[in-house]
Protein backbone atom coordinates (compact mmCIF):
# COMPACT_ATOMS: atom_id res chain seq x y z
CA UNK A 1 0.00 0.00 0.00
CA UNK A 2 0.70 3.37 -0.50
CA UNK A 3 -0.23 6.74 1.58
CA UNK A 4 -0.26 10.14 -0.51
CA UNK A 5 -0.96 13.51 1.81
CA UNK A 6 -1.23 16.89 -0.11
CA UNK A 7 0.01 20.11 1.52
CA UNK A 8 -0.34 23.74 -0.03
CA UNK A 9 -3.48 24.43 -1.03
CA UNK A 10 -5.76 27.50 -0.38
CA UNK A 11 -7.06 30.53 -1.83
CA UNK A 12 -5.26 32.87 -4.09
CA UNK A 13 -6.06 35.82 -6.27
CA UNK A 14 -6.06 35.14 -10.29
CA UNK A 15 -2.66 35.05 -12.08
CA UNK A 16 -1.31 34.16 -8.58
CA UNK A 17 1.08 31.09 -7.74
CA UNK A 18 0.65 28.39 -5.48
CA UNK A 19 2.92 25.00 -4.91
CA UNK A 20 1.17 21.87 -3.64
CA UNK A 21 3.25 19.21 -2.12
CA UNK A 22 2.32 15.37 -2.05
CA UNK A 23 4.31 13.42 0.35
CA UNK A 24 4.08 9.48 -0.07
CA UNK A 25 4.88 6.94 2.19
CA UNK A 26 4.23 3.25 2.21
CA UNK A 27 5.67 0.78 -0.68
CA UNK A 28 6.91 3.37 -2.27
CA UNK A 29 9.55 1.00 -4.55
CA UNK A 30 6.07 -0.04 -6.06
CA UNK A 31 5.61 3.16 -7.68
CA UNK A 32 6.99 4.59 -10.99
CA UNK A 33 4.24 6.96 -11.71
CA UNK A 34 3.04 9.98 -9.54
CA UNK A 35 1.02 12.79 -10.83
CA UNK A 36 -2.00 15.68 -9.74
CA UNK A 37 -5.67 15.34 -10.76
CA UNK A 38 -8.35 17.79 -10.25
CA UNK A 39 -11.87 17.94 -9.84
CA UNK A 40 -14.51 21.29 -9.61
CA UNK A 41 -17.70 20.71 -8.90
CA UNK A 42 -20.40 19.83 -11.72
CA UNK A 43 -17.19 18.83 -14.07
CA UNK A 44 -15.18 15.52 -14.70
CA UNK A 45 -12.35 15.14 -12.88
CA UNK A 46 -9.26 15.26 -15.00
CA UNK A 47 -5.70 14.32 -14.55
CA UNK A 48 -3.51 17.68 -15.09
CA UNK A 49 0.14 16.49 -14.45
CA UNK A 50 1.84 13.57 -14.67
CA UNK A 51 5.60 12.77 -13.90
CA UNK A 52 7.91 9.58 -13.65
CA UNK A 53 9.99 8.76 -10.96
CA UNK A 54 12.86 7.16 -12.60
CA UNK A 55 13.75 9.63 -15.31
CA UNK A 56 11.25 12.88 -14.34
CA UNK A 57 9.57 12.22 -17.71
CA UNK A 58 6.78 14.65 -17.54
CA UNK A 59 3.05 15.05 -19.47
CA UNK A 60 0.64 17.85 -19.08
CA UNK A 61 -3.21 18.24 -19.87
CA UNK A 62 -3.68 21.15 -22.52
CA UNK A 63 -5.03 23.74 -19.87
CA UNK A 64 -2.21 23.53 -17.48
CA UNK A 65 0.90 23.44 -20.05
CA UNK A 66 3.20 26.42 -19.44
CA UNK A 67 1.41 27.74 -16.76
CA UNK A 68 1.81 24.68 -14.72
CA UNK A 69 5.28 22.67 -13.62
CA UNK A 70 5.49 18.81 -11.55
CA UNK A 71 8.73 17.73 -10.27
CA UNK A 72 9.60 15.65 -7.68
CA UNK A 73 12.57 14.25 -5.11
CA UNK A 74 12.67 11.19 -4.97
CA UNK A 75 14.84 11.19 -1.80
CA UNK A 76 12.09 12.78 -0.04
CA UNK A 77 9.41 10.66 -1.64
CA UNK A 78 7.64 14.38 -2.58
CA UNK A 79 5.94 15.52 -6.11
CA UNK A 80 4.94 18.64 -6.19
CA UNK A 81 2.95 21.04 -8.55
CA UNK A 82 3.84 24.36 -8.92
CA UNK A 83 1.02 26.31 -10.40
CA UNK A 84 1.27 29.86 -12.09
CA UNK A 85 -0.79 32.45 -13.64
CA UNK A 86 -3.68 30.77 -11.74
CA UNK A 87 -7.44 31.32 -13.50
CA UNK A 88 -10.61 31.06 -11.61
CA UNK A 89 -11.48 27.71 -13.73
CA UNK A 90 -8.10 26.03 -11.88
CA UNK A 91 -10.38 25.94 -8.75
CA UNK A 92 -11.00 22.46 -7.63
CA UNK A 93 -9.75 19.68 -5.23
CA UNK A 94 -6.50 19.18 -6.23
CA UNK A 95 -5.63 14.75 -5.41
CA UNK A 96 -2.01 13.84 -5.46
CA UNK A 97 -2.38 10.22 -7.73
CA UNK A 98 0.44 7.51 -7.86
CA UNK A 99 0.46 3.93 -9.73
CA UNK A 100 3.28 0.79 -10.85
CA UNK A 101 2.80 2.42 -14.57
CA UNK A 102 1.54 5.58 -16.61
CA UNK A 103 -1.50 3.65 -17.09
CA UNK A 104 -2.14 3.14 -13.61
CA UNK A 105 -1.66 6.47 -12.00
CA UNK A 106 -4.49 6.67 -10.01
CA UNK A 107 -4.60 3.27 -8.00
CA UNK A 108 -3.79 5.74 -5.27
CA UNK A 109 -5.35 8.66 -4.19
CA UNK A 110 -4.42 11.37 -1.55
CA UNK A 111 -7.03 13.10 0.62
CA UNK A 112 -7.14 16.23 -1.87
CA UNK A 113 -6.39 19.82 -1.26
CA UNK A 114 -8.74 22.56 -2.28
CA UNK A 115 -7.38 24.98 -4.53
CA UNK A 116 -9.44 28.82 -4.76
CA UNK A 117 -8.56 30.96 -7.46
CA UNK A 118 -10.91 34.23 -6.84
CA UNK A 119 -10.73 37.72 -6.30
Known amino acids: QVQLVESGGGLVQPGGSLRLSCAASGSIASISAMGWSRQAPGKQRELVAS????????IYEASVKGRFTISRDNAKNTVYLQMNSLKPEDTAVYYC????????????WGQGTQVTVSS
Open 51 to 58: ILRSNGST
Open 97 to 108: NAGSTWRRILDY
